[in-house]
């Protein structure tokens, strides 16, 4: 069986690295980028089945790269982190089909949670019990949301 394929999109090096390392140790096949540019070059050239992506990002945000990818088709799972989740809008998270958006910090052990939801869903988010919307936990735990 073939390992999921990961990308990881952050400015910050050092988290890159260490999302890397955890998931690839979890079964991921999992590849790093700090520059946007390089990551949509990638994904290009490759079959991605999950983008984890950074939303503020000095170059081009998350969500100007998930628009990129959508418009040339590339139908994968995105997972969206950012310290300002108030700053998205939902109906624009919802239109990109991003699975969710995650509140940093993010740890490693609820990554691998959502990573799990995404990998028994269609990745979208949609019609499968997942909305696409601000969590801080997994879907489903807090019903009130």
């Known amino acids: ?3 999921p394929r990961l990308v990881i999109l952050d400015d910050h090096e ?3 690295r260490l999302f890397a390392y955890e998931l690839t140790a979890s079964g991921w096949d999992a590849v790093a980028f700090t520059d ?3 990551a949509l070059a990638h994904m290009e050239s490759q079959s991605i089945d999950v983008l984890l992506i950074d ?3 000095p170059r081009m945000t998350g969500i100007e790269v998930v628009t990129r990818l959508r418009g040339a088709g590339w139908a994968g799972a995105v997972l969206m982190v950012t310290g300002s989740p108030g700053d998205l809008d939902d109906a624009t998270v919802k239109s990109l089909g991003i699975f969710a958006v995650l509140e940093k910090p993010v ?3 609820e990554l691998k949670q959502y990573l ?3 990998a028994m869903s269609d990745g979208s988010g949609n019609g499968n019990g997942c909305a696409s919307v601000v969590r801080s936990e997994p879907p489903g735990l807090n019903s009130e949301r």
């Open 1 to 3: 069986m073939n390992k």
């Open 36 to 38: 946007p540019h390089a």
């Open 14 to 16: 050092t988290v890159t």
């Open 116 to 118: 799990g939801f995404v």
């Open 107 to 109: 740890g490693i052990c």
């Open 55 to 57: 939303y503020r990002m």
